[in-house]
T-cell receptor, first 112, second 113 residues
Framework: QKEVEQDPGPLSVPEGAIVSLNCTYS??????FMWYRQYSRKGPELLMY????GNKEDGRFTAQVDKSSKYISLFIRDSQPSDSATYLC????????????FGRGTSLIVHP | EAGVVQSPRYKIIEKKQPVAFWCNPI?????LYWYLQNLGQGPELLIR????????DSQLPKDRFSAERLKGVDSTLKIQPAELGDSAVYLC???????????FGQGTRLTVV
């Protein structure tokens, strides 16, 4: 079993829908939880990150962390065709080497 | 300000040939990472530099892969000889030391035939 599990999709939704993307993990030492967006043939770009548990909101994006369940989510409100991309979760411990462990990514398609 | 720059963007080589990738990180970033990304997978770390020093290279296949970061700025990743299984995207990223946010380049897509 991998440390970070993420459903690869694809997830296809109509424009304007609320999208929920999720990851589960097994390492209880993870403290930083990140979401990256990767467009086709581009490098990943960091959308947002949270430390420990709780919610964080940035515009149409909300990240949630439930450490008791080892489950993190990214919600996208009012999804747009420009949100079509692969979304990668990543997480790391608070100390040590600072190297994040990535999920395999979920492919999201928002159709007009 | 320019982001992380990688070259070439695409490379096709025959197996057993050597290949090199180049990365110019964001100015001021001490930490430089090389990642491997296979199709449908997340990035996997190959090597991490703090300035000139390789501080985490346990995942680098040292029999055929080598890397260097001279003067703590640009970095080169080399494969010699390349194998069919090396076909993937090679990503470079950089950050300030200890920062959560790392900035990625666009990657080099390698195809070994």
């Amino acid at each position: 079993q991998k440390e970070v599990e993420q459903d690869p999709g694809p997830l296809s939704v109509p424009e304007g829908a609320i999208v929920s993307l999720n990851c589960t993990y097994s390492n209880s030492a993870f403290q930083y939880f990140m979401w990256y967006r990767q467009y086709s043939r581009k490098g990943p770009e960091l959308l947002m990150y949270t430390y420990s548990s709780g919610n964080k909101e940035d515009g149409r994006f909300t990240a949630q962390v439930d450490k008791s369940s080892k489950y993190i989510s990214l919600f996208i409100r009012d999804s747009q065709p420009s949100d079509s991309a692969t979304y990668l979760c990543a997480m790391r411990e608070s100390g040590g080497s600072y190297i994040p462990t990535f999920g395999r990514g979920t492919s999201l398609i928002v159709h007009p | 300000e320019a982001g992380v720059v990688q070259s070439p963007r695409y490379k096709i080589i025959e197996k057993k040939q050597p290949v090199a990738f180049w990365c110019n990180p964001i100015s001021g970033h001490n930490t430089l990472y090389w990642y491997l990304q296979n199709l449908g997978q997340g990035p996997e770390l190959l090597i991490r530099y703090e300035n000139e020093e390789a501080v985490d290279d346990s995942q680098l296949p040292k029999d055929r892969f080598s890397a260097e970061r001279l003067k703590g700025v640009d970095s080169t990743l080399k494969i010699q000889p390349a194998e069919l299984g090396d076909s993937a995207v090679y990503l470079c990223a950089s950050s300030f030391t200890g920062a959560t946010e790392a900035f990625f380049g666009q990657g080099t897509r390698l195809t070994v035939v």
